[in-house]
């Protein structure tokens, strides 16, 4: 199994998009995907979107995360995610530096 990557953090707007993406093969049985963003003083996140009206929605495995961009701004920032698959709840974790843009 290959982890997950992170590819951008921008901000667009009044928000901050995270995109990533997870490996095709493997992504199947994921039924959550979270992110948390920390710059300094500032931390947010949130999960990419799983249900459509109340049903299971066709995830791609290239995703995106928006959520307010608060006190964030340009520069060095880390990136958490945590990727959970239906079967045996197998959590993934992994965290990587990225530049806001």
């Known amino acids: 199994m290959v982890r ?4 951008a953090v921008n901000i667009v707007g009044n928000e901050v ?7 095709p093969a493997e992504f199947k049985d994921v039924i959550s995907i979270r992110v948390v963003l920390v710059q300094e003083s500032a931390t947010d996140g949130g999960n ?6 109340r049903r299971r929605a066709v995830l791609d495995p290239n995703w995106s ?3 307010p961009k608060g006190d964030f701004k340009p520069g060095p920032a880390v990136v958490f ?4 698959h239906e079967e045996n709840f197998l959590t993934l974790t992994w965290a990587e530096s990225k530049n806001i843009t």
């Open 4 to 7: 997950p990557n992170f590819h």
């Open 17 to 23: 998009e995270v995109t990533g993406e997870s490996d």
């Open 48 to 53: 990419v979107d799983l249900e459509v009206n």
């Open 65 to 67: 995360v928006r959520f």
């Open 81 to 84: 995610g945590i990727q959970t």
